[in-house]
């Protein structure tokens, strides 16, 4: 029994809360205000591809589930520094055009991708010659240390993800040969006790 799956294989039911199983390994490693039912569906997702055959293998799906969840947070994180640090180049780039509290109140409605501020901020950059790639491009400075921070991390969770593929692989390979030696020697104990029979 598969404790990673719900008893049904319908995925439209597993979506719902009432259809997932019981995690053994501890409530889900989520940060206030992530989204519960996406992590669950996210398990339920990877389950169903992987197919869990014991514990061992429920244990590397759990593994895996996280570090997949960690990577999209981290890279939603990497896009929230970006988006901060475009939002202080615009703010340095608006002041001497509008004045340091309309650049700060157009920055943040840009930031919240608000039309109106958004067409605002475009039509001031253009009358000042500057494009939102080299406001983007000093954004990406100033958080550069904390961006290859947040890279590196990514690499390192995805990294883990791959090695945990790889010991399902090679457990699964290692039982496979198991499983052929258990039945070669089963058939020649079979075979022995008919040639006895024979012989008789």
Known sequence: MNSLLPESSDLSLA?????????????????????????????????????????????????????VWEAFRLRRLKACLMTAGARSALVRQLSPLVGGAQADGLA????????????????????????????????????????????RMIMAAEARRNAALREIDRHRATLGRQLRQAVLEAEARETAVAGEGAAA
């Open 15 to 67: 979506r719902q809360p009432a259809t997932l199983p019981p995690v053994p390994f501890g409530p889900a490693p989520l940060i206030e205000g992530e989204d519960a039912a996406a992590y669950d569906e996210l398990l339920v997702r990877i389950s169903s591809a992987v197919r869990p055959h014991d514990i061992f293998e429920e244990i590397w799906v759990r593994d895996i589930v996280d570090l």
């Open 108 to 151: 943040r409605g840009w930031a919240a991708r608000e039309p109106a501020a958004g067409a605002a901020v475009a039509e001031h950059l253009a009358a000042a010659g500057i494009g939102l790639e080299g406001i983007a491009a000093q954004g990406l400075c100033i958080h550069l240390d904390f961006i290859e921070r947040v890279e």
